[in-house]
């Protein structure tokens, strides 16, 4: 599960005319056979007559598809200024985007997108100075839909394994090639899911997989990670299993080699939260994998080593996190180098040191220290925000770190990490100025008294008169922190009157265990809860008003939105529920979707579990003679992670059930899966798409410049 926000904007936007639409009450929606199928849970019958559309190979469900594909594309063209917003976005899109540099060997790399370019560009400078394209992704495809998934090199840098994602899929292929000549020196590595290469000095390197599904390969389950160790010169059918199958059957593993090569760290999990770790000690022959946390219940991993010294950050005994120690030859003694703090705590290592990045209140601060644990300083940061990066190889005394908000565009700072001294390395030439914005942290009450953070974004000068639109956007799930970040797109929509709003529910991260646990299986609902209380206070407070507000989310923030819009339709105008996982009894059935039951529980473990799950699944409270908002469901054809069935069946329960005039819309993205990798044409289409239905559903009729 991955979160991205997106969000309403075009450039050059003045709103003008803003009284309600008068709505067709039928939308003549395309027809959506009903099947008599019945499914019991615990004595109870439960009817799916769209279980049909999770069929995603059978032609009446591709038939289905196209009709709705032109439902929704029928009814967008009808809106004036469409096109107009997209090729205003096309305009604010363009400019130089430029990441943080790394090196590998004698070069430096680094990626930067021209500005429209399908896919960024993997560049690269040697000793002399001179630069040239390592990698085009805009080469792997006619229409940039193949992306570039995963870069990893070996240690001397002359040897590199590319992944690439065609279409969005999970499923990725590994390319290797010969990195000083830039010539593919082995065969392809296919059907390889939810892994990177891992390399061990020239010989090969690791990578995990399943078994390719003997359904559908976009919507079968996946539940047995194996990890390979591919040899170069070698054929893939040959690949040495390391571990993983019916002696060793994990849902998720992946093995890495230490920086010094000589370890080989092993974790695995059953589910999206909670991890086993296992190392090997590569210098003594014959070793096998030593445990050093057995069972699901705490989340460690590995960070660094020092001779016979390894370093993991845990959350055992520390709900907001700790670094640790200890030796390979007595892996249960555990002693602490950085202790937990009141704040949540990541942790990334350059120039040999190590970099505590703490959160508190959904903003970042960062403390260096050396590896005994001594403070050796704050790091100045460039103001309130988010900052991340501060990692390089031991010996690389200049390191990159990113900072961001907001009201201010991502910014590389180069570090000096002897001493601490930063200068900006890459700013980004974005039309906006900060100066204009105000980004305003609050604290409003939910509804069992808990206090939930918002940061509201908006243009200095906003009038609290109920009649700004606004975006209320969350995620609220796998302990994934939303924490402040510029998007050009966001910036246009407040330069322009909009408002944007992010409140910091439970079930993510930002205050540690405790809160990501307050938000899973039987406490759900305080997810939604807090969600709607954020809408609720924008509205008392006058920043809005029903009318002009739109609920947003992508993917566990899609249940988000599903969720609130069929528990209160009343909250909110216009409702976006993004790659959504919207049947709760079933998800769990398809691709690594049982991974997700520490957050979710499944309809299988308990009656109790099963009634709760029912009681807030989307596709299940889709009730007859409710007016739900004007409704845009985002999915792709190729999501392989929420699979788009969640998607059908939800858009089929609401069109056929929907009692007034407000749009029910199934926006399909040809070529894409759950949001990674997709190209700038699809991204600014999905944009402009939803600026569009979001404005003309709030009444207005115009764009004025």
Known sequence: MNVKTFALGAAGIMLASCAPQKMTKNLNYPETKKIDHVDEYFGTKVQDSYRWLEDDRAENTKDWVQKEVAFTNDYLAKIPFREEIRAQLNDIWNYEKIGAPFKEGDFTYFYKNDGLQAQSVLYRTDKEGKTEVFLDPNKFSEKGTTSLAGVSFNKKGNLVAYSIS?????????????????????????????????????????YSSYDKPKGSELSAKTDTHKVYFHQLGTKQSNDQLVIGGENFKRRYMGVGVSDDERYQILSASEATNGNELYIKDLKKSKSDFIPVQKGYEFNTNFVDSKDDVIYALTDKDAPNKRLVRFNINQPDIWTDVIPQTENVLSISTGGGYLFARYMKDAVTSVKQFDYNGKLI?????????????????????????????????????KLHADTGKSEVYQKPKVKFNPEDFVSEQIFYTSKDGTKIPMMINYKKGLKLNGKNPTILYSYGGFNISLQPAFSVVNAIWMQNGGIYAVPNIRGGGEYGKKWHDAGTKM???????????AGEYLQNKGYTSKQFMALSGRSNGGLLVG??????????????????????????????????????????????????????????????????????????????????????????????????????????????GHGAGRSTEQVIGENADILSFGLYEMGFKTLKK
Request: proline residues 4%; contains cysteine; hydrophobic residues 35%.
């Open 377 to 413: 300083r704050t790091i100045d940061l460039p103001g309130i925000g988010t900052a991340g990066g501060f990692s390089g190889k031991e010996k690389e005394k200049d390191l990159y770190f990113s900072f961001t908000n907001y009201i201010t565009p991502g910014t590389i700072y």
């Open 166 to 206: 065609e279409g969005g899929s999970d499923w990725n292929k590994i390319i290797i090639m010969n990195a000083i000549t830039k010539k593919i020196i082995d065969e392809t590595i296919i059907d390889v899911k939810f892994s990177g290469a891992s390399w061990l000095g020239d010989q090969g390197f690791f």
């Open 523 to 533: 406490q759900k609902k305080n997810v939604f809860d807090d969600f709607i209380a």
């Open 563 to 672: 969720a609130t819009m069929t528990m209160r339709p009343d909250l909110a105008k216009v409702a976006f529920p993004g790659v959504g996982v919207l049947d709760m009894l079933r998800y769990n059935k398809f691709t690594a979707g049982a991974g997700w039951s520490y957050d979710y529980g499944t309809a299988e473990d308990s009656k109790e579990m099963f009634d709760y799950l029912k009681s807030y699944s989307p596709v299940h409270q889709v009730k007859k003679g409710v007016c739900y908002p004007s409704t845009m469901i985002i999915t792709s054809d190729h999501d392989d992670r929420v699979v788009p069935a969640h998607s059908f069946k939800f858009g089929a329960e609401l069109q056929e059930k929907q009692s007034c005039g407000n749009p029910i819309l199934v926006r399909i993205e040809s070529n894409a």
